[in-house]
């Protein structure tokens, strides 16, 4: 069985930065990607960022060039820079073991707010 608790939300201003994380347990050997989503009040789920077991990685237009993924053994980790209200959201984490098995974490919520 696979766990994965993310961390590090919170408020921010507009222009601020925060880092989350999301520490996988369990058995992940053999995970194909993690990916980072998030859902704003009112709208569905998106997509924001996955990296692949080989470290390839790509990103939603909206966030390119201001949020970086990166994962280093069992955590996956979202950098956020230039944060914007829009960005408000819960972010969930998602690992993948090809396209038939994944897992979902609880979500940690983002308020980007003067």
């Known amino acids: 069985q696979v766990q994965l608790v993310e ?3 919170g408020l921010v201003h507009p222009g601020g930065s925060l880092r989350l ?3 996988a347990s369990g058995s992940i ?3 194909s990607a993690m990916t980072w989503y998030r859902q704003a009040p009112g709208k569905e789920r998106e997509f924001v ?3 692949t077991s080989d470290g390839t990685t ?3 237009d909206s966030v390119k060039g201001r949020f970086t993924i ?3 053994q069992n955590t996956l980790y979202l950098q956020m820079n ?3 209200p829009e960005d408000t959201a819960v972010y969930y984490c998602r ?3 090809g396209i038939a098995t994944n897992y979902w974490g609880q979500g940690t919520q983002v308020t980007v707010s003067s």
């Open 7 to 9: 961390s590090g939300g």
């Open 70 to 72: 990166s994962r280093l």
């Open 82 to 84: 230039s944060l914007k």
């Open 49 to 51: 960022t996955t990296i």
């Open 58 to 60: 790509s990103y939603a």
């Open 21 to 23: 994380s999301c520490a």
């Open 95 to 97: 690992l993948w073991f």
């Open 29 to 31: 050997g053999g995970m």
